[in-house]
Each structure stands twice: as structure tokens, then as C-alpha cells.
């Protein structure tokens, strides 16, 4: 059985920065790109980031462009996503997410494209 588990959310204040965690077991994930998502109250979920099994090849939503970085350790199954100068609108609920197909990485970040997910972590950003 595969599990997906986020950690690291919290609540911060704007200009502030955290590091989000998310271990996969059941599944060795060195073939898998792996995603990033958030979705806000009342607004649909959005793709925020994906990175490539190797992770030589990353993509990031523009609004977070500059200011967060997503990175694997493939050792530890982990996939790390760290934010800078977090602003309010940062505030959501943090998804990570396994990619369906081995070997694939998509020019895109869309769920469709994700088979396996966590449960999230909470992200709050105070202004």
C-alpha cells in the first residue's frame, strides 16, 4: 500500500519561510516525478511545482517563482519543497503527489497527471 505523508506546514508571517516534507512508502518513487499542489479555501486545487525523478528538470507555477524551490532526496523517498517570503496569499492546504507513470515527466503541473497523494499539511500565512 502506498502512503504519502506531508509534514513542515504551520503558520508564519508574511516574509517568512518553511520547509515542506513528504515521505512515500510502499513505493520507491527514484522513477517517479513528484508534485507540489495547494488549494485555498473556497478556490479549486492549484499545481505549484513538479520536479523530475532525476531532479535535473523543475517547473514552477509563476506566482511562486523566485521564491520557492522544490527538491528530492531519492535515498529517503523525500521530496522537499522550501518557501521564501511567504506572502498571504501562500495560505492553503500543501498536497504532495506521485506521478502516474514511471519515466515521465510533464511540462506541466496538473493532476490529472498524479496518482498518489497525501493528506496535506496547512500552510498559514499572516499579514
Known amino acids: 500500500q502506498v502512503q504519502v505523508v506531508e509534514s513542515g506546514g504551520g503558520l508564519v508571517q508574511a516574509g517568512g519561510s518553511l520547509r515542506l516534507s513528504c515521505i512515500t512508502s510502499?513505493?520507491?518513487?527514484?522513477?517517479?516525478?513528484m508534485g507540489w499542489f495547494r488549494q485555498a479555501p473556497g478556490k479549486e486545487r492549484e499545481g505549484v511545482s513538479s520536479i523530475s525523478w532525476s531532479g535535473l528538470s523543475t517547473i514552477y507555477e509563476d506566482s511562486v517563482k523566485g521564491r520557492f524551490t522544490i527538491s528530492r532526496d531519492n535515498s529517503k523517498n523525500t521530496l522537499y519543497l522550501q518557501m521564501n517570503n511567504l506572502k498571504p496569499e501562500d495560505t492553503a492546504m500543501y498536497y504532495c503527489a506521485v506521478a502516474s507513470t514511471p519515466g515521465l515527466f510533464y511540462h506541466r503541473v496538473t493532476s490529472d497527471d498524479y496518482r498518489y497523494w497525501g493528506q496535506g499539511t496547512q500552510v498559514t500565512v499572516s499579514s
Open positions: 510502499g513505493l520507491t518513487v527514484d522513477d517517479y516525478a
